[in-house]
């Protein structure tokens, strides 16, 4: 009895505690959220990325914190279960009232958590290249549209220097980001006057690895005699046995080159990298790039993850370009109230860690520089060409009929992300 | 006045030598320009010299192997040692960077090689010539080809360079050139040809020549048929082949024993994991040239290891929840998932590399552009040594007599003397190191990832009940005949819509047939 008094006694004392640890919390924290999964299909490409936004944290934290208060992230795992990711996304604006949130990867889990963040009024970050045919109020999308990497690397293939392609095999993976971005791009190939029966489209389940007839497909298609190339929209570890199977068919990069829209330095890191020689990719960044500013983050995060191997990536600087901004946004604004930080966005201006500076647009995409990367034996990108400025994102892809009329611009008169005309009349 | 002649060639001669030279080392230097416009003409520059030493250096330059050093020096590397490129000395390679190069340039060294090399004293190296001219065609290269024709006196290289000429000479402006090689490749079987030949059909002005060639397509596409209703068979064989091998641990262990093992896709991605160790073990410790060896020494150690799990898992899990087949499907999936995180929390969540040796990488070019990877021919016959050696040991071993005893009739066994307990035991172990070994196969053609092992056990389980659950020749032809199915279905449905079709047929089979392909037929089936 004595027993169950004393825990009684002691639990009162606990709960009265509660409130008041949280309260005092809530007065020099700032919480961010981090919505990456950490485990299933994904986890190999989003651990990265939580990893990245807790060294950004930890380095803020370091230097004084945002508006004199400490931050400090709070990590869910929506484990690769795409309507996990609205209710974690649900969890961490209603209970852990953060901030901001930065996360998703796939396009599935960003349309799964979209209606929560517009719910709440929320703001998420999103670090991915993607489809684009979307601009959300409460998203900011830092990663490229499918003007700032599949167009351009189709004109580059199209150029002297690519090799005068005119013959298009468009691989992809089943879902939404290949889907619409070979849409895009065929109707792109065809207003360059490229023939319907040399464009070649395949689609491929998620981890699929028996590529035989496929490859050898492209090896039939490559022999008409006109300089064929594959771009390939294939995700994740798809692309290990796809590879290897272009390796083990003997077809060599300056014969039928392939450039992939989702492979990077940490997707290579899993592969033998000895016969993807020259096949190409195209980003925004490479861990190759020589310039102070990605010298220092390489340096930042070797050192933070403790790990001299690991390599960094095109996601990555999107996440480190998305947390810069959004800092500066807060302190510009003085608060993180989400409505005061979104007028403050707009025209935020990061150093891009490849040189140049990345700029956000009113249509909540970034402006930033377009490279193309041969694969090297060492799984490392030499950049081939580089966007001459900063290519400003289109929200909508003016290639497709039904999307070239609308525009994003979430200022005043339009204040809207799918709209064929302003909201406001001037 | 004769002496005075002489003396004039002589310092012709002596003038001409070094200006030569420098001219070669010039050219040399060029490569290592700032941009890939420079650098190909330097590469085309030095190939017009006509020099023999070029074509190393140029072969060089494409493979990567060509480095600048700090002060200007040109030096190749071979081998893993390092010489000047010019004066072929030993050179150091502490300051050197290697001279990149982008897909244009190296189509422009290919090119060069080529023309370079046919001239070649090396048969070899002339026949890889011709090789490359009929990769890289360019217009200049057809004089060339027919003067290297005139001298060439091997019949193999000579019968190269005649299809290279006929090749050059389709874009011939003579129509009787024209007509004779389409005759010289009406023979061929090579899409690249037909795919010339056909592009010919639509620019041709010549009504005798279109003719020509509109035969000639004719004949090539009749015989490329063939071509590709046999590279459908071979590769519906080494995808049956490799559903076989995920499918013949579980055969044993749901076949044989009647136990749902959710976590026998575990099995095959520690056996994965398991070559990747001995892979690294290998690296460390072994020089290069041996690494390759790890493969077949990963095979019993990924046996030995998953035997042991397999058997660890029996033991303290599977024994106590026999006759209980939910039950056991929820403790085996749970297994699964935490082995799952167990590689997860050891080895990281992203995709180790696990290196095919070098014996197993590239393929034979049979005819038509069809290749026989070496990776694939190899795992269909470790399969296949796979299911026989398994056969062997049920059919003659004292083992597999009481196994078979055990699954037919365990009391009886159990009276006969059999320690149905250790039998039981030692069955899931040989499920399990049968997997583990499917595992370091699949290693070498898919990733090494935690979630490998997801990716196989639907398509296991399918094989098995297909095929007939507990028969070993049952699986093999559900194996084999899915995968036939599901490579002919490929080309017109598409790979999404193709397995989907595979599923609905075999939901159909199983309506009409319960019991798979082949149905075990005895008392014991059915308790």
Request: charged share 20%.
């Amino acid at each position: 009895m004595k027993f169950v008094r004393a825990l009684g006694a002691g639990l009162l004392a606990a709960a009265s505690l509660l409130p008041f640890t949280a309260a005092n919390a809530a007065d020099d924290t700032i919480k961010v959220g981090v919505l990456h999964s950490l485990s299933g299909t994904m986890a190999i490409s989003e651990t990265t990325l939580k990893d990245t936004v807790l060294m950004m944290v930890d380095d803020i934290n370091k230097h004084g914190g945002l508006l004199g208060k400490k931050v400090e992230a709070v990590v869910v795992d929506p484990a690769s279960n795409w309507p996990l990711f609205a209710e974690k996304a649900r969890e961490l604006l209603e209970k852990e009232k953060v901030a901001a949130v930065f996360g998703c990867w796939t396009s599935v889990s960003r349309k799964s958590v979209l209606p929560v963040f517009e719910q709440l009024n929320g703001l998420l970050f999103y670090p991915v290249q993607y489809e684009g045919e979307e601009s959300s109020r409460n998203v900011f999308y830092t990663g490229a549209a499918p003007n700032q990497q599949a167009i351009p690397a189709v004109d580059y293939l199209m150029s002297k220097d690519g090799g005068e392609v005119k013959r298009w095999v468009l691989a992809g993976t089943d879902y939404v980001y290949p889907r619409t971005t070979n849409k895009i791009l065929e109707a792109y190939l065809k207003s360059k006057g490229v023939k319907a029966e040399d464009i070649m489209i395949n689609y491929t389940p998620f981890g699929h690895n028996d590529w035989q007839t496929i490859v050898a497909d492209i090896k039939k298609f490559g022999a008409a005699g006109k300089k064929t190339a594959v771009v390939s929209t294939i995700n994740g570890d798809a692309n290990v046995p796809f590879y290897k199977e272009l390796a083990n068919q003997g077809i060599k990069a300056d014969q039928i080159p392939v450039v992939a829209f989702s492979v990077g330095e940490e997707e290579l890191a899993g592969i033998d990298t000895k016969n993807l020689v020259g096949h190409l990719a195209a980003w925004n960044y490479f861990q190759s790039v020589k310039a102070p500013e990605n010298d220092a983050f390489i340096a930042q995060w070797k050192t933070f993850i403790k790990n001299p191997k690991r390599v960094t990536n095109d996601p990555m600087e999107a996440t480190y370009i998305g947390f810069k901004m959004w800092t500066q946004a807060v302190q510009q604004a003085g608060t993180t109230n989400v409505d005061a930080v979104r007028q403050a966005m707009y025209g935020q201006k990061v150093k891009n860690l490849t040189g140049g500076t990345a700029v956000m647009n009113t249509n909540h995409h970034l402006s930033k520089p377009v490279l193309i990367g041969e694969i090297q034996a060492n799984g490392q990108m030499q950049t081939v060409w580089k966007s001459k400025d900063v290519i400003k994102a289109d929200a909508w892809s003016p290639y497709i009929p039904e999307s070239a009329k609308l525009k994003a611009d979430w200022t005043y008169p339009w204040v809207c992300g799918n709209c064929a005309e302003p909201k406001f009349k001037m | 006045m004769k002496a005075f002649r002489l003396l004039l060639v002589l310092l012709a001669l002596l003038a001409w030598a070094p200006a030569h030279a420098d001219e070669f080392s010039d050219a040399v230097r060029a490569l290592n320009a700032d941009n890939f416009a420079d650098k190909i003409a330097a590469a085309e520059a030095l190939s017009a010299l006509g020099d023999g030493r070029a074509a190393v250096i140029l072969e060089a330059l494409a493979d990567g192997r060509l480095h600048a050093a700090g002060d200007g020096t040109i030096v190749m590397e071979q081998g893993g040692a390092y010489r000047d490129a010019i004066t072929q000395a030993a050179a150091s390679s502490a300051d050197a960077s290697p001279i990149t190069v982008n897909n244009r340039l190296r189509g422009v060294l290919r090119g060069a090689v080529g023309r370079l090399g046919l001239f070649s004293p090396d048969p070899e190296l002339r026949k890889r010539a011709a090789e490359s001219v009929i990769a890289s065609p360019t217009p200049e290269s057809a004089a060339m080809v027919r003067r290297a024709l005139e001298t060439e006196t091997l019949p193999e290289v000579k019968r190269m360079l005649s299809l290279a000429l006929a090749n050059l000479d389709l874009a011939d402006a003579d129509p009787e050139r024209r007509k004779a090689a389409i005759q010289a490749l009406r023979d061929s079987s090579d899409p690249m040809v037909r795919g010339q030949l056909q592009h010919m059909l639509e620019t041709e002005s010549d009504p005798e020549v279109k003719a020509a060639a509109d035969k000639a397509v004719g004949a090539i596409n009749s015989r490329l048929v063939w071509v590709s209703v046999g590279a459908n068979i071979f590769q519906g064989l080494s995808l049956g082949s490799v559903l076989l091998l995920a499918a013949i641990g579980l055969a044993v262990t749901f076949g044989v024993m009647g136990v749902i093992n959710m976590a026998h896709g575990e099995m095959i991605m520690l056996g994965a994991y398991t070559a990747f160790v001995v892979q690294e073990v290998f690296r460390a410790t072994l020089p290069p040239e041996y690494v390759g060896l790890y493969l077949p020494v990963a095979v019993p150690v990924a046996f030995v290891v998953t035997f042991v799990i397999g058997v660890g898992l029996e033991r303290t899990v599977i024994r106590f929840l026999y006759g209980r087949p939910l039950e056991t499907m929820l403790a085996t999936w749970g297994i699964s998932l935490m082995l799952q995180q167990l590689v997860r929390s050891i080895f990281g969540a992203s995709n180790r590399e696990v290196a095919n040796p070098a014996w197993m990488t590239g393929g034979i070019d049979l005819i038509g552009g069809f290749t026989l990877t070496y990776n694939r021919v190899i795992i269909i016959g470790f399969c296949l040594a796979v299911l026989l050696a398994l056969a062997a040991l049920l059919r003659w071993s004292s083992f597999g007599l009481h196994m078979r005893a055990v699954t037919q009739n365990r009391p009886m066994a159990a009276a006969m003397g059999i320690p149905t307990g250790r039998i039981d035991a030692a069955t899931f172990g040989l499920g399990s190191g049968i997997a583990g070994m499917a595992g370091v196969a699949l290693s070498q053609i898919g990733n090494v990832s935690p979630n490998l092992g997801q990716g196989y056990i639907v398509d296991s389980f399918m094989v098995v009940v297909f095929g007939g659950v507990g028969s070993l020749w049952g699986t093999l032809l559900g194996a084999l005949s899915l995968g036939l199915v599901n490579k002919v279905l490929e080309p017109y449905a598409g790979a999404m819509l193709g397995k989907i079709l595979v599923l609905v047929v075999i939901i159909l089979f199983i309506q009409k047939r319960p019991r798979g392909l082949f149905a075990l037929k005895g008392r014991s089936v059915e308790s």
